[in-house]
């Protein structure tokens, strides 16, 4: 069974640094890979999908990349705000579901 | 266009009552996934429909059931309430079920509180 885990389990920085968000998988065979941010009580926003045979994906100051063969993607946040300050989730598709990891809870101080 | 939408927002139910959740997919998306996550955990895979047929279930117990209707919107029913089954109740569409390039779009829960 594919086992996603998500280091660290909480982070908090101050406003304008950049950061780097963790996320590994156990079995390699996957589809793809999401990205979603979680505001507390509320619903997934996918913030980045990255494809089995892509490397990274880019989005405005989020960049994800993905190393199938290590089990491991990152999701870099550069230049870091208030307003991104949320539980970050990766997702790893394989057969007909995502299995996700527990998040990683960021908290950006003004 | 619309997002996904589930309904209600919120419920409160009773041990061994009976509950009815309902999503309705981003339109032109054909497939419907249920999750639950519970309070501090990442979401649980519990379901996933296509063309109305389920085609994937977790490692939930057969109290736990769902159907699509031929609109592509979904249901999920949960009898026999134990207090463990609190949790947010996520419904996510996607296009199809082409596994090597779907993205997955969730709506806001539904959130279930067992007393």
């Known amino acids: 069974k594919q086992e996603v885990t998500q280091i660290p389990a909480a982070l908090s920085v101050p406003e304008g640094e950049n950061l780097v968000l963790n996320c590994s998988f156990t079995d390699s065979a996957i589809y793809n890979l999401q990205w979603f941010r979680q505001d507390p009580g509320k619903g997934l926003t996918s913030l980045l999908l990255?494809?089995?045979?892509?490397r990274e994906q880019t989005s405005g100051r989020l960049n994800a990349s993905l190393d199938k063969s290590s089990g491991r993607s990152t999701l870099y946040i550069a230049a870091s705000q208030p307003g991104d300050s949320a539980t970050y989730l990766c997702?790893?598709?394989?057969?007909?579901?995502?299995?996700f990891g527990t998040g990683t809870s960021l908290t950006v101080i003004p | 266009d619309a997002g996904v939408t589930q309904s209600p927002t919120h419920l409160i139910k009773t041990r061994g009552q009976q509950v009815t959740l309902r999503c309705s997919p981003i339109s032109g998306h054909k497939s419907v996934s249920w999750y639950q996550q519970v309070l501090g955990q990442g979401p649980q895979f519990i379901f996933q429909?296509?063309?109305?047929?389920?085609?994937g279930r977790g490692n939930f117990p057969d109290r736990f059931s769902a159907r699509q209707f031929p609109n592509y919107s979904s249901e999920l029913n949960v009898n026999a309430l134990l207090l463990g089954d609190s949790a947010l109740y996520l419904c996510a569409s996607s296009f199809s079920r082409d596994r090597g390039t779907y993205e997955q779009y969730f709506g806001p829960g539904t959130r279930l509180t067992v007393t």
């Open positions: 990255i494809q089995s045979s892509q």
């Open positions: 997702a790893v598709g394989g057969g007909n579901q995502f299995y």
């Open positions: 429909y296509y063309e109305k047929e389920e085609r």
